[in-house]
Structure formats: structure tokens, C-alpha cells
């Protein structure tokens, strides 16, 4: 799919989501001399928004360079569930790697929710934060038992949530699948106002925000020499990527792919019409969906994912169709909804065959670290990510790092 290097955000997403309307404008200096700073990060998106923060906060002396407005490439576009249940289910991932290390990681991700849930509340962000509990559906037409298994193995991997049969589901939640599993700990939140607040945080202690292309990165004395379009440099004592879905070309990583991808807003719909604890609605397989509501009582509906429209033009062209196929997944979800887009709108999506992140060092570039928090759980993993290159730039690792390393082989089976 087109996605290059230079693809701009313009050419990542389309259409309107409703948190666009809220941006302001971040005021940025131009490079106009070459600097020195400890620790660059490329890409003020959600990624390295957490990045910026989480760096300054820990000291460090932090410099974020983007080239368009901060916030308003893929993380404008997001639908923003903050979900710890990985793309790919425990059973899958069990598979791919064994239950230990799948099970690990399902604790790392649950963990990270639940950090940024302690960060947004103990910096009071004001994002639109809320915790919510996700209800995981049995895809329509599966077997209802493969996700007992799933519940099964996720509870002896220790993670929290009840299985809920046919009558569980229609009694509690009005909804007609086959079963489901309801979980605590996730939770949803406006991607654009969480990307803005961590970096006027990231400000507050000393980080610098600064509008410039990065064009090429060469191993220095000092660290990286990273060129930007302009002609001017920065030499960094460490760089990390958090470019989103355009990654440099020179950077080898066998798992990834794009897609594109739809939703849609309705308008705010009447009070009590809204199903119960506005739970995070989910569902696996490949003609998956999602729901989620908003803090104005929109609900917002996602999915119709199609790996072969390849450029924004292309999603555009079908954002008519698609749209009237997400009214009509949700009429078939909840039929009290009103069924009505006053939103919609499309993106490019990064995947892994693995449904895990990208994050680690750079092969082969010393002093070098990749943030790439691919698929459904992003933005999850974008703050997973500055948590895990927090520790590696301080000099520490855990073993588990290796499992998200950006070089790693396409599993069997994927
Ligand atoms: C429709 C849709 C729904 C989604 N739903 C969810 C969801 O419900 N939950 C979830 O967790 N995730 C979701 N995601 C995924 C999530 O949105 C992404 O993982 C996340 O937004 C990626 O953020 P980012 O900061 O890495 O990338 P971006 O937001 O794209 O930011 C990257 C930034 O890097 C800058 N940049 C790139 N190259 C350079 C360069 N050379 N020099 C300087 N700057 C550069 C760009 O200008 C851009 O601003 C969804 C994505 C889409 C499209």
C-alpha cells in the first residue's frame, strides 16, 4: 500500500472524526541553526507525545520534531479505545509464541492501561478520559466455544474478566451474539486532546517542540546527526522514531503492513438511549467492528478495514459505502441507536502479523529507538513504548523487550 516516507497527513487519513473541531493551533519554531540535545524524538503524535513526557519528566533534556501539526496525522483520526486485549486473542498468540510469553505480554498490556489511566488522573489531563470495561463479542457465525477457550486461558494467564453465554449478554447488555467476554480496565479518551495535553506537560518540564522534516540520520560523535529538510542538523545523543505509519525506508521490519480503515459518528443520541456502562464494544476476525461512545453521547463505529484501497484518494472514493455499511452494523448492534453519521471518515492503518508493536532499538543504528505501536491497540502501545525506551535510554532492559523487537521474524503460522 502507498504509504511512503513523505506521505502527509493528508495523505494518512480523510474525512472529519469528531475531535478534529477541538484542535488549536501549537505554535512551533523553525530550525534555523544547528542545536545539540540529549534526546530527539521525531513525530508529535500520540507516540511521541508520550515520549516527550515521559522523558522530560524522568530529566532528560528533550527536543519533538514534527513536521505538520502536532496531533493531527493517524492520531486524529484514531477511535481512541484504550483496550489492554491485544488485536490478536491469547489462544492465537499462544500459538505464535507459547503460553508463557503470550501471557506476558497480555499482563504488560493490561499494566500499561492502567498506567496511563494513573498519569492521565494524576496529571489531570483534560483529554475526555474515561475507564471503561470492554465487552469482547464472539464473531458472528463462530463457534461460541473458542472463546470460552480464550476465557479460559485468560484466566490462567491471571487476567481479569467474566464469560458471558447468550441469555448473560441479552439480559445484561440487550445484545443478541452468542457470548461474550466483559473485562475491567480498559478505557477510552479524545486522542487529540490526550496528544495536546501531554505535550503542553512535556513543555511545562523544558522539553522544546520544533516544526522541521527529518531527512537523514548518520551515526556521529556526539550521537546521531539527524538533517532536516532545511539544511540545518541536530545532533542528538539519542533519537527515537515515532513517525507513525511512515516509517524511514532504511528501517527492516518484516511484520508490518497497512491497511485502511473507516468509522463513523453519530449525533448525540437521546439521554438513556445508550447501552449499559457504554462498555467498549469489540469483536476479532476479519470482518471485524467496534463501538465506543463519546463524551457528547455520540457513538462511534469502526472497521470495514480493506488492505487492497491503497491510497487516501481511493479511501475517500469509498467513504460513502463504507459509512452506509457501518449505519447498518449498527442498526444490526443496537437498534436504539439513531442510525445516522454525522462523522466519518477514513485512515491508514499499521498492522502486524502478530498484532504486537514495534519498539526497541534500531537494527544496526546505534542510539537509535523505534516507537511503532501498530494496530487496534495504538495508542496503548505508543505509551508502552516511552515507558519501555525510558528504560532503555537509562540503561536498563527486561527481557520481554526482545518480544516487541522491530526485527523480529514473522512468526509461524501468521
Ligand atoms: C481509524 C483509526 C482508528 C483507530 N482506532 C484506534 C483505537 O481505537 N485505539 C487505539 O489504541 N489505536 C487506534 N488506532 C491506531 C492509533 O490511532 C495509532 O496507533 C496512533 O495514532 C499512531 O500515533 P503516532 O503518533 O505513532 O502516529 P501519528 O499520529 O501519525 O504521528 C506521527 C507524526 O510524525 C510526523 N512525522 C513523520 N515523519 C516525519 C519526519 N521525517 N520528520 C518530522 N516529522 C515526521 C508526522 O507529521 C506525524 O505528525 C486507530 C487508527 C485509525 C486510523
Same mark, same amino acid.
Given at each position: 500500500? =502507498?504509504?511512503?516516507?513523505?506521505?502527509?497527513?493528508?495523505?494518512?487519513? +480523510? /474525512?472529519?472524526?469528531?475531535?478534529?473541531?477541538?484542535?488549536?493551533?501549537?505554535?512551533?519554531?523553525?530550525?534555523?541553526?544547528?542545536?545539540?540535545?540529549?534526546?530527539?524524538?521525531?513525530?508529535?503524535?500520540?507516540?511521541?507525545?508520550?515520549?516527550?513526557?515521559?522523558?522530560?519528566?524522568?530529566?532528560?533534556?528533550? @527536543?519533538?520534531? =514534527?513536521?505538520?501539526?502536532?496531533?493531527? /496525522?493517524?492520531?486524529?483520526?484514531?477511535?481512541?479505545?484504550?483496550?489492554? %486485549?491485544?488485536?490478536?486473542? *491469547?489462544?492465537?498468540?499462544?500459538?505464535?509464541?507459547?503460553?508463557?510469553?503470550?501471557?506476558?505480554?497480555?499482563?504488560?498490556?493490561?499494566?500499561?492501561?492502567?498506567?496511563?489511566?494513573?498519569?492521565?488522573?494524576?496529571?489531570?489531563?483534560? @483529554?475526555?478520559?474515561?475507564?471503561?470495561?470492554?465487552?469482547?463479542?464472539?464473531?458472528?457465525?463462530?463457534?461460541?466455544?473458542?472463546? *470460552?477457550?480464550?476465557?479460559?486461558?485468560?484466566?490462567?494467564? +491471571?487476567?481479569?474478566?467474566?464469560?458471558?453465554?447468550?441469555?448473560?449478554?441479552?439480559?445484561?447488555?440487550? *445484545?443478541?451474539?452468542?457470548?461474550?467476554?466483559?473485562?475491567?480496565?480498559?478505557? %477510552?479518551? !479524545?486522542?487529540?486532546?490526550?496528544?495536546?495535553?501531554?505535550?503542553?506537560?512535556?513543555?511545562?518540564?523544558?522539553?522544546?517542540?520544533?516544526?522541521? %522534516?527529518?531527512?537523514?540520520?548518520?551515526?556521529?560523535?556526539?550521537?546521531?546527526?539527524?538533517?532536516?529538510?532545511?539544511?540545518?542538523?541536530?545532533?542528538?545523543?539519542?533519537?527515537?522514531?515515532?513517525? /507513525?505509519?511512515?516509517?524511514?525506508?532504511?528501517? !527492516?521490519?518484516?511484520?508490518?503492513?497497512?491497511?485502511?480503515?473507516?468509522?463513523?459518528?453519530?449525533?448525540?443520541?437521546?439521554?438513556?438511549?445508550?447501552?449499559? !456502562?457504554?462498555?467498549?464494544?469489540?469483536?476479532? +476476525? %476479519?470482518?471485524?467492528?467496534?463501538?465506543?461512545?463519546?463524551?457528547?453521547?455520540?457513538?462511534?463505529?469502526?472497521?470495514?478495514?480493506?488492505? #487492497?484501497?491503497? #491510497?487516501?484518494?481511493?479511501?475517500?472514493?469509498?467513504?460513502?459505502?463504507?459509512?452506509?455499511?457501518?449505519?447498518?452494523?449498527?442498526?444490526?448492534?443496537?437498534?436504539?441507536?439513531?442510525?445516522?453519521?454525522?462523522?466519518?471518515?477514513?485512515?491508514?492503518? /499499521?498492522?502486524?502479523?502478530? +498484532?504486537?508493536?514495534?519498539?526497541?532499538?534500531?537494527?544496526?543504528?546505534?542510539?537509535?529507538?523505534?516507537?511503532?505501536?501498530?494496530?487496534?491497540?495504538?495508542?496503548?502501545?505508543?505509551?508502552?513504548?516511552?515507558?519501555?525506551?525510558?528504560?532503555?535510554?537509562?540503561?536498563?532492559?527486561?527481557?520481554?523487550? !526482545?518480544?516487541?523487537?522491530? #526485527?523480529?521474524?514473522?512468526?509461524?503460522?501468521?
Amino acid at each position: 500500500m =502507498d504509504i511512503s516516507p513523505d506521505t502527509t497527513h493528508d495523505g494518512l487519513r +480523510g /474525512g472529519y472524526p469528531p475531535w478534529r473541531r477541538r484542535q488549536q493551533a501549537a505554535g512551533r519554531p523553525l530550525l534555523a541553526a544547528n542545536m545539540r540535545c540529549e534526546v530527539l524524538v521525531v513525530g508529535a503524535g500520540i507516540t511521541g507525545s508520550f515520549m516527550a513526557e515521559h522523558l522530560s519528566a524522568r530529566g532528560h533534556e528533550v @527536543c519533538v520534531l =514534527d513536521r505538520e501539526r502536532p496531533g493531527l /496525522g493517524s492520531t486524529a483520526a484514531s477511535t481512541a479505545m484504550l483496550l489492554w %486485549e491485544i488485536d490478536t486473542p *491469547l489462544t492465537k498468540l499462544t500459538q505464535f509464541y507459547g503460553f508463557e510469553r503470550a501471557a506476558d505480554l497480555y499482563r504488560h498490556s493490561l499494566r500499561a492501561v492502567s498506567g496511563l489511566k494513573e498519569l492521565v488522573q494524576s496529571a489531570d489531563l483534560p @483529554c475526555g478520559f474515561r475507564p471503561r470495561h470492554s465487552l469482547y463479542l464472539a464473531e458472528a457465525g463462530t463457534n461460541p466455544r473458542e472463546l *470460552l477457550a480464550e476465557h479460559r486461558l485468560r484466566e490462567r494467564a +491471571g487476567l481479569p474478566g467474566s464469560h458471558l453465554d447468550h441469555r448473560r449478554l441479552l439480559s445484561e447488555f440487550a *445484545l443478541t451474539r452468542e457470548a461474550a467476554l466483559l473485562s475491567p480496565g480498559s478505557a %477510552e479518551v !479524545d486522542p487529540v486532546l490526550l496528544s495536546q495535553a501531554l505535550l503542553a506537560r512535556a513543555g511545562r518540564h523544558g522539553a522544546s517542540l520544533l516544526a522541521g %522534516e527529518a531527512v537523514s540520520y548518520e551515526a556521529s560523535a556526539g550521537g546521531v546527526l539527524v538533517g532536516l529538510d532545511n539544511g540545518c542538523a541536530i545532533e542528538a545523543g539519542k533519537v527515537v522514531l515515532a513517525t /507513525g505509519y511512515t516509517m524511514p525506508e532504511w528501517l !527492516d521490519a518484516p511484520l508490518h503492513a497497512i491497511s485502511s480503515t473507516w468509522a463513523i459518528a453519530t449525533p448525540p443520541q437521546p439521554p438513556g438511549t445508550l447501552w449499559r !456502562d457504554r462498555v467498549l464494544i469489540w469483536e476479532a +476476525g %476479519e470482518n471485524y467492528s467496534y463501538a465506543r461512545t463519546t463524551t457528547d453521547n455520540r457513538i462511534v463505529i469502526g472497521g470495514e478495514d480493506d488492505p #487492497d484501497l491503497a #491510497d487516501q484518494s481511493a479511501r475517500d472514493e469509498a467513504m460513502a459505502a463504507k459509512a452506509e455499511v457501518l449505519v447498518g452494523k449498527l442498526a444490526g448492534l443496537w437498534p436504539k441507536a439513531i442510525p445516522r453519521a454525522d462523522f466519518q471518515w477514513s485512515g491508514a492503518f /499499521g498492522e502486524t502479523a502478530d +498484532g504486537l508493536p514495534l519498539i526497541g532499538p534500531v537494527p544496526g543504528r546505534p542510539r537509535m529507538f523505534a516507537a511503532y505501536g501498530y494496530g487496534g491497540n495504538g495508542i496503548t502501545f505508543s505509551y508502552m513504548a516511552s515507558r519501555m525506551i525510558g528504560r532503555l535510554i537509562a540503561g536498563a532492559r527486561e527481557n520481554w523487550f !526482545d518480544y516487541l523487537a522491530v #526485527d523480529r521474524p514473522v512468526p509461524l503460522g501468521a
